[in-house]
């Protein structure tokens, strides 16, 4: 009767444990990525700027792990606030974003290269991430656009290689730039 109950007890933690992906890290620059191993490729879950120099380039790499990047954005777990890919939040109970010392490092950088592996970005993904920036959308990504459109980015790219988005015009006014992406399959 013993062996059969630690049997079954020892079963039991194997599956547990089946079923809980163990984040990684990789540090890559001033830049550390913590990811998850996925069926699909690599889900970059959070990126965090280790220094206030160097950063002004964030250049998410390609391959983690030997598998592709094919997911970016924070993990929003039961209860728990929402964070962008850079771990920055607002908790309800203040009115500032936190952590407030990788927020002013996030201010320092100036173009997001997202590389084209990427098909996916989650809905916080950018959520905090302050305006001004240069940013990409790659040919992969056909879902979730309006995800980038929270922020006032200075300059936005759609792949020309991305069936589904163009921008169809810009315009300007007062250091804001206005684009209106498409789906092309309307405007052609």
């Known amino acids: 009767m013993k062996k059969i109950l630690l049997s079954a007890i020892i079963c039991f933690i194997a599956i547990m444990n089946c079923n809980y992906v ?10 550390l990525y913590e990811y998850k191993m996925q069926k699909e490729g690599v889900w970059i879950t959070r990126i965090t700027p280790l220094s206030s120099k160097g950063i002004a380039t964030l250049k998410i790499p390609k391959r983690l792990g030997g598998r592709k990047v094919v997911k970016l954005g924070g993990i929003v777990e039961d209860g728990d606030n929402e964070t962008d ?11 500032q974003y936190h952590p407030v010392n ?3 490092r996030v201010l320092k950088i100036k173009t997001i290269r997202i590389p084209s592996t990427v098909k996916i970005i989650t809905e916080n993904c950018f959520m905090f991430v302050p305006d001004g920036k240069n940013i990409n959308i790659p040919k992969g990504v056909v879902e979730n656009v309006l995800y980038f459109t929270n922020i006032k980015w200075n300059k936005l790219t759609i792949s020309p290689k991305n ?3 163009k921008i169809l015009y810009t315009y300007y006014t007062m250091n804001t730039i ?3 992406v ?3 399959s309307e405007r052609n």
């Open 85 to 95: 890919l850079f771990g920055v939040r607002i908790p309800e109970e203040v009115s």
């Open 102 to 104: 990788i927020y002013k």
């Open 163 to 165: 069936k589904k988005y």
């Open 182 to 184: 498409w789906l092309k």
């Open 178 to 180: 206005y684009m209106c």
């Open 22 to 31: 163990e984040a990684k890290e990789y540090t890559k620059g001033n830049f």
